[in-house]
């Protein structure tokens, strides 16, 4: 008995005092989240001091659509932590074990024909994305190799899925540390001494992949009496009942995904006919803005995992309370950071550039984010209980609302009616999260949230 309590995989998220376990699991995925971007920084550097522009620019070309195709086995891997969160809630063991097979196989096999898909039709890709030419040679050699590494990202996203629904956060930092590592060693290394270029770059990406996603396997195998894990082929039978549960969350999520990115192609390149003091503003501000929100985002995948938990084991009174502590946190942590952004804007701006006409359109940016912020405290934490719940279609209309419709249609507003200008559009994405919040907190007090069947009960019936 003993030895299988120090086997066990991840904490009960439906016992004990809330906020406790709120920050406990927040924690490691508020620092994976950062280091996720800060080591994606680094290899920017790195390729853009030993490759230049062209090797630059081929990088960013070729690896456009494994940017493409990692949301989609996020929000698969999302999907299934819901999922499986609930069947981990309600200790049914025999749908949990049937939901982890199903989602690994399901995941594999579409990372398979994604692969196949990009590497046949991948100059054809690169014609669309008008690649230049002096480019095109490295950018196709980077999204083969980036294409190979594929399987790897989808195994890692579902490992982590299920982990996390489980209760359990510190084992995906482990394995995004891990990753971080072996691909800043080896882009240094391929790419410098080596001389390897796009495809040293890209061995790096693939491998840091594969690492993780090894060692997450590696993890779980260890720990495969939690999940009653067997290397057998009819473990990973996919499974009708959870495939269909498994589709109905992650397809609108991937959707959703797809359509926000396309819809931040269309913004970026709207500012870029602004001239390059606009560009460049735009550029450095999206990267403030990801490292700025990185504790509502997490704050949101933790408090969905811990929703779904609760749910599943008939604690809706946690639930809610859950999402409260979260609230709470975030709107702290959005006025500590909007304090430092409105009293060191040009410092803050300064990290990435030193250009005097940047720094000038960067602090009417930052203090235009400062809304975000506070926007995207509120949206991201009620909506957790809107994915914890397994409303895969209310989080579609609120993602596309958000993603979509409020950014594109609220800068198309500021620019061409209220004739703003560039900061039209800072301002349309400052206030594509109010509507999408304000449905959020209006499904959290009206209790719809608690009158829904749960996932499992839905796959049968």
Known sequence: MEAAAKKKVGVNLTE?????????????????????????????????????????????????????????????????????GQLAGARNHRKLKEAVGTLISFMI???????????????????ILNCPAEAF????????????????????????????????SKRPLLFIIIAAVVNIFLDILLVGPFHMESAGAAIATSASQ??????????????????????????????????????????????????????????????NAYGLT?????????????????????????????????????EPERARKTVLYSFYSCMIMAAVTSAVVLLLPRQVFGIFT???????????????????LFLSALTSTFQAMVIGCGNAVLN??????????????LSLVFVRVMNMGVYGFFWGTALSRLIPGIICVWYFASN??????????????
């Not at 894990?229 to 992650?250: H, Q, T």
């Not at 030193?354 to 975000?372: F, K, Q, S, T």
């Open 396 to 409: 579609f209309v609120i993602g596309i609302l958000d993603g979509v419709i409020c950014k594109i249609g």
């Open 448 to 461: 719809r949230w608690n009158r829904r069947r749960l996932l499992a009960e839905t796959a049968a019936g």
């Open 137 to 168: 040679e490295q950018a196709d050699m980077y999204m083969i190799f980036t294409a190979i590494g594929l399987p790897f990202i989808f195994g890692y996203n579902a490992v982590s899925g299920i982990l996390r629904g489980m209760g359990e």
């Open 210 to 271: 594969a690492a993780s996603c090894i060692a997450s396997l590696v993890f779980m195998n260890r720990r495969k009496e939690s999940f009653e894990f067997e290397w057998r082929l009819s473990y990973f039978r996919i499974r009708p009942d959870a495939m269909k549960v498994i589709l109905g969350l992650g397809v609108p999520q991937a959707a959703r995904a797809l359509l926000v990115r396309f819809s931040m192609l269309y913004v970026n390149a709207s500012v």
């Open 278 to 314: 606009a560009s460049a503003t735009n550029s450095v501000g999206n990267k403030l803005q990801k490292f700025l929100e990185v504790y509502s985002q997490s704050f949101s995948q933790a408090a969905s995992a811990m929703v779904a938990q609760n749910l599943g084991a008939r």
């Open 16 to 84: 004990g005092p809330i906020f406790k376990a709120l920050l406990l699991f927040v924690g490691p995925i508020i620092l994976a989240n950062l280091i996720q971007q800060l080591y994606s920084l680094v290899d920017l550097m790195v390729i853009g001091v030993y490759m230049g522009s062209t090797g630059t620019v081929g990088v960013s070309t070729g690896g456009e659509m494994a940017d493409m195709l990692t949301p989609v086995a996020t929000a698969f891997g999302a999907a299934g932590q819901i999922y499986i």
């Open 109 to 127: 096999l579409m990372s398979l024909v994604f692969l196949v898909l990009v590497v046949i039709f991948r100059k054809q890709i690169l014609g």
């Open 354 to 372: 030193h250009d005097p006409d940047v720094l000038d359109m960067g602090v009417i940016y930052l203090r235009i984010l400062i809304i975000h």
